[in-house]
């Protein structure tokens, strides 16, 4: 389970977003995590799919935006055609990107939601390793 962790840990390694899932900025108690390796994956392009998910007050969910937001401005072009984005009152609320290669023929990216609830906001990040590409990916994880 450790090797695990620190196998995913140096995935997302130089991404801002990284303070989310190590839960610098959510507690880890509070977090719905899970982290889902190999074969199951397979049928979908992808070798590594770790996902959190928690509910964040409007502090979070302002640092959670700027971390987020600067790891898509690092992604491998100004071209739009490798994410999907939709803002609502200048915070993201729905977003895919996909981010420079770490290693050749695969592909890394990074998602977001985040859905207004009475008093805080359900958020979900999501990293993803494998060859799939982004068109693949809409396919098969529909919002």
Request: net charge neutral; charged share 30%; hydrophobic share 30%.
């Amino acid at each position: 389970m450790l090797l695990g962790i620190t196998l995913c840990t140096t995935a997302q390694e130089g991404l801002q977003i990284n303070e989310a899932f190590e839960g610098k900025v959510i507690d880890k108690q509070c977090m719905q995590e899970s982290l889902v390796k190999g074969e199951n994956l397979k049928p979908y392009k992808l070798e590594m799919l770790h996902t959190v998910k928690f509910a964040a007050g409007s502090k979070d969910r302002e640092k959670l935006n700027a971390l987020f937001t600067k790891d898509m401005e690092e992604r491998i072009s100004d071209d739009d055609s490798n994410m999907e984005f939709e803002s609502r009152d200048g915070y993201i609320y729905y977003a895919i990107v996909q981010l420079t290669d770490n290693k050749k023929g695969r592909h890394r990216y990074i998602c977001y939601q985040c859905k207004k609830k009475s008093s805080y906001y359900d958020i979900t990040l999501v990293y993803m390793e494998g060859t799939a590409s982004l068109a693949d990916l809409r396919k098969t994880f529909k919002k």
